[in-house]
């Protein structure tokens, strides 16, 4: 068991990407952390300087209090598992798993041993002697699995494991992954860019961006207090409303409504001051009819997402979208009347 710590870790690579930008961030013994992110933002250049495969250029890397930044992969006691998995097509589901020990030159019955009973441990008993182009996506991903598994690792790193299995498969994987991880304990870092899969697996979240960290908590803090509008937007199943307002006589005016100053945030409001309103779709409920404090707009779009839908109005502040119960009948063209949540609403200042 291990815990891991970064400090100022700094990757630029030739041709001058900074693809890591000072990253501070310690990774406690134990946990289930995720590193979410857009494409490109550095996820993957994290990982691989945190397994040895890519050199720092500057800053530091400690595994289990041990000072890894000049040691090799070999040497580091973490086990990587890629978004391609990474299998050797040519050797069969036994040699595959067993690869990692047959590096570290463990003998070829204590391997196969190991092997199979990892495999047990995965499902996999039937599948030891095909290759992995005989198998289905899923069966794959625990083959990656179990060879990550094979040497118990101190730390495993997961670059988007899921990303290649259809929805279904990765419901059901993502479900695994987490008994397993909660079974064995071995620290684990997972890389993602689906915020749905960071907020269900993991213990804490860092959410990136161009080589940055730009919020650090847990599922929980991340969705309810978005630190930033970067997080606010990539955050959540539907992306939350974020809407040009300014503070006018205790209230904040976006594009004539006059909605609440949201629950909690009333301190150090100055008149007249610009800012941006967040209300996640889920929390601006349609009221019967014109309502005060409500953002007004016809709707435009009715998107069924099975026990409700997602309406998107068109008002004078632009496209704003709630999420409405399944039973209310919505024409378009008509006219909405879109109520925050007071209890739920967010302000920002870095719009
Ligand atoms: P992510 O995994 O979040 O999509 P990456 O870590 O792969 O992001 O990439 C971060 C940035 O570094 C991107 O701008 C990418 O183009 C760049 N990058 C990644 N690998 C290399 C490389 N080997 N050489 C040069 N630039 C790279
Ligand atoms: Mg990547």
Request: hydrophobic share 40%.
């Amino acid at each position: 068991m291990a815990d891991i710590s970064m400090a100022a870790l700094t990757k630029v690579y030739p041709g001058g990407v900074r693809a890591l930008d000072g990253i501070d961030l310690t990774i406690a013994d134990g946990e289930f952390f995720a590193l979410l992110g857009p494409s490109g933002c550095g996820k993957t250049t994290l990982l691989r300087t945190l397994a040895g495969l890519e050199t720092a250029s500057s800053g530091s890397v400690g595994i289990g209090g041990r000072d890894v930044t000049a040691l090799p992969p070999g040497r580091r006691d973490v086990a990587m598992v890629f978004q391609d998995y990474a299998l050797f097509p040519h050797m069969s589901v036994s040699d595959n798993i067993a690869y990692p020990l047959r590096i570290q030159k463990v003998p070829g019955a204590t391997r196969r041993e190991k092997a199979a009973q990892t495999a047990a441990e995965l499902g996999l008993t039937d599948y030891l002697d095909r290759r992995p182009g005989q198998l289905s996506g899923g069966q794959q991903q625990r083959v990656a699995l179990a060879r990550a598994m094979a040497c118990h690792p101190q730390v495993f790193l997961f670059d988007e494991p899921l990303s290649n299995l259809d929805a279904r498969m990765r419901l059901e994987a993502r479900t695994f992954l987490k008994r397993l991880q909660r079974e064995l304990g071995v620290t684990t870092v997972f890389v993602t860019h689906d915020q749905a899969e960071a907020l269900a697996l993991a213990d804490r979240i860092a959410v990136m961006e161009s080589g940055r960290i730009r919020q650090l908590g847990t599922p929980a803090e991340v969705f309810r207090y978005p630190a930033n509008t970067f997080v606010a937007s990539f955050i959540g199943s539907t992306p939350m409303n974020l809407l040009d307002g300014q503070v006018a006589g205790g209230r904040i005016d976006v594009a004539g409504a006059l909605l609440p100053v949201p629950e909690g945030l009333e301190e150090g409001l100055a008149e007249g001051e610009k800012l941006v309103y967040g209300i996640r779709p889920e929390y601006l409920g349609l009221a019967e009819g014109p309502a005060e404090g409500a953002l007004r707009g016809a709707v435009r779009v009715v998107e069924n997402l099975g026990s409700a839908q997602l309406v998107t109005l068109e008002g004078e502040s632009g496209f704003v979208q709630a999420v409405v119960d399944e039973d209310r009948r919505l024409t378009p063209g008509e006219i909405g009347h879109a109520v925050p949540r007071r209890d739920r609403a967010l302000l920002y200042r870095d719009g």
